[in-house]
């Protein structure tokens, strides 16, 4: 994945840098002394992932992100874990049914948790596409995407579903979507990492247990996607 920062969206590139392994693009993007704003586009470039932020120089007064750690599921493990980056995409979700959200199964690291629908990018597609094709796949369901919400990144040692130790690194990109005709959720794509999926009230989300990155993105956006009666 390659990240972009522009002054404005009508201005050339003033930074520009391949995400490396365990790298938080926020962290990076402070490293090369800019602020980023907003997350613009993520598109497919030449077989890459780009991500294009509206970024401002970095002052004084700007404090530096705050420090990520990695998180060690095995640290008492011998063997060396195998090094491993996924691009994923994922979308917010409303419709007049509420916020889509779907259950993790047992063949994830934290089954039962609620997340936000989305997925692995294969090679050849945009996150775009991706994000559309894991919904349905998820849900069932038909998405409009609006706009990227954010890019997030997470960084950890653990067991994948094939019993590997990786040293993984997950970059999502977190669109903001809705869907105009609602339906019963039905997930297509059985025995994966989604054991189910529903519509969840807008007032009871966050009586949910989301995975962690989950519930961040929900407390900083949902607001600023739905009308403010429905989260009472």
């Given at each position: 994945?390659?990240?972009?920062?522009?002054?404005?969206?009508?201005?050339?590139?003033?930074?520009?840098?391949t995400?490396?392994?365990?790298?938080?693009?926020?962290?990076?993007?402070h490293?090369?002394?800019?602020?980023?704003?907003?997350?613009?586009?993520?598109?497919?470039?030449?077989d890459?992932?780009?991500v294009?932020f509206?970024?401002?120089?970095?002052g004084?007064?700007?404090?530096r992100?705050?420090?990520?750690?990695i998180?060690?599921?095995?640290?008492?493990?011998?063997?060396?874990?195998?090094?491993?980056?996924?691009?994923?995409?994922?979308?917010?979700v409303?419709?007049?049914?509420?916020?889509?959200?779907?259950?993790n199964?047992?063949?994830?690291?934290?089954?039962?948790?609620?997340?936000?629908?989305?997925?692995g990018?294969?090679?050849?597609?945009?996150?775009?596409?991706?994000?559309?094709?894991?919904?349905?796949?998820?849900?069932?369901?038909?998405?409009?995407?609006?706009?990227v919400?954010?890019?997030?990144?997470?960084?950890?040692?653990?067991?994948?579903?094939?019993?590997?130790?990786e040293?993984?690194?997950?970059?999502?990109?977190?669109y903001?979507?809705?869907?105009?005709?609602?339906?019963?959720?039905?997930?297509?794509?059985?025995?994966?990492?989604?054991?189910?999926?529903?519509?969840?009230?807008?007032?009871?989300?966050?009586?949910?247990?989301?995975?962690?990155?989950?519930?961040?993105?929900?407390?900083?956006?949902?607001?600023d996607?739905?009308?403010?009666?429905?989260?009472?």
């Amino acid at each position: 994945m390659r990240v972009v920062g522009v002054p404005s969206p009508i201005h050339s590139p003033v930074v520009q840098f391949t995400v490396g392994h365990g790298a938080h693009p926020v962290e990076t993007l402070h490293h090369h002394g800019w602020v980023p704003l907003q997350p613009l586009s993520a598109r497919l470039a030449e077989d890459d992932i780009v991500v294009t932020f509206l970024v401002r120089a970095a002052g004084r007064s700007d404090p530096r992100p705050r420090r990520r750690h990695i998180v060690h599921e095995e640290p008492t493990a011998q063997e060396p874990p195998v090094a491993h980056q996924r691009v994923g995409a994922y979308a917010l979700v409303t419709s007049p049914r509420g916020l889509l959200g779907t259950v993790n199964s047992s063949l994830t690291g934290a089954p039962g948790t609620w997340t936000l629908p989305g997925g692995g990018v294969d090679p050849g597609e945009s996150p775009a596409e991706a994000v559309v094709r894991e919904v349905y796949e998820e849900s069932g369901q038909y998405i409009r995407l609006e706009r990227v919400l954010a890019l997030q990144s997470d960084h950890w040692i653990g067991r994948s579903v094939t019993g590997v130790l990786e040293d993984f690194h997950a970059l999502r990109v977190v669109y903001a979507a809705t869907c105009s005709a609602p339906s019963d959720p039905v997930v297509h794509d059985l025995g994966g990492s989604t054991e189910r999926a529903g519509w969840v009230p807008m007032d009871a989300w966050r009586k949910l247990h989301w995975t962690i990155s989950s519930r961040a993105l929900l407390t900083r956006h949902i607001r600023d996607l739905v009308p403010p009666q429905s989260l009472k």
